[in-house]
């Protein structure tokens, strides 16, 4: 199985701040990947896919980038509203595997 | 828009086979690149992808699942289903079914799972 391991687990920042959320594969996989958004009680929701195409309806602070083994997701601006758990998925061979989670704190 | 929904039993009993269905309206189960999913997440764990299956019935698992998995699908009904035998209290999860979108040919891409159902809470007590 294709290992997702994000970067940091967890991370607290404050309205207006910009966060970047890393996620390295354990093997390429070229663009194949996709970040979700997750609330408590919620189904997650697309944010990126193809590692850096934004879904739409998903606000443009939101960004992906990378290919092959490192990636990253990057907030501009947080919002209230932003605050939230973020997963990152391989698409590339199977089982599709996710990250842990990186849980997106209020400082 | 697309709507996914999850359906089944909240409680299922150890060693006993656990079955949900995932009703899809808004659009047709048949045709395009969608691929439709089951997903799980333990209480205070993160996502783990089960399987999937295409409308014409070619079906992909989670390796450390497979021998208890079947994904089936009902085009007629516009639905498809998850069965998951000899359960135990590791199976217990919301369960999730989402709409997976890749395409193939000459230049694959990947769209990501972009419909989700709101999940179903399922625990596995005696």
């Known amino acids: 199985d294709i290992q997702m391991t994000q970067s940091p687990s967890s991370v607290s920042a404050s309205v207006g701040d910009t966060v970047s959320i890393t996620c390295r594969a354990s093997q390429g996989i070229s663009s194949w990947l996709a970040w979700y958004q997750q609330k408590p009680g919620k189904a997650p929701k697309l944010l990126i896919y193809a590692a850096s195409s934004l879904q739409s309806g998903v606000p443009s602070r939101f960004s992906g980038s990378g290919s092959g083994t490192e990636f990253t997701l990057t907030i501009s601006s947080l919002q209230p509203e932003d605050f939230a758990t973020y997963y990152c998925?391989?698409?590339?061979?199977?089982?599709?595997?996710f990250g842990q989670g990186t849980r997106l704190e209020i400082k | 828009q697309v709507q996914l929904q999850e359906s089944g039993p909240g409680l299922v009993k150890p060693s006993q086979t656990l079955s949900l269905t995932c009703t899809v309206s808004?659009?047709?189960?048949?045709?395009?690149?969608?691929?439709w999913s089951w997903i799980r997440q333990p209480p205070g764990k993160g996502l783990e992808w089960i399987g999937y299956?295409?409308?014409?019935?070619?079906?992909e698992y989670n390796p450390s699942l497979k021998s208890r998995i079947t994904i089936s699908i009902d085009t007629s009904k516009n639905r498809f289903s998850l069965q998951l035998s000899s359960v135990t209290a590791a199976d217990t999860a919301v369960y999730y079914c989402?709409?997976?979108?890749?395409?193939?040919?000459?230049?694959?891409?990947?769209?990501?799972?972009?419909?989700w159902g709101q999940g179903t809470t399922v625990t596995v007590s005696s």
């Open positions: 299956i295409y409308y014409g019935g070619n079906t």
């Open positions: 808004g659009g047709p189960i048949s045709g395009g690149d969608y691929y």
């Open positions: 998925q391989q698409a590339n061979n199977f089982p599709h595997t």
């Open positions: 989402a709409r997976d979108v890749k395409e193939g040919g000459l230049r694959p891409a990947y769209y990501g799972m972009d419909v």
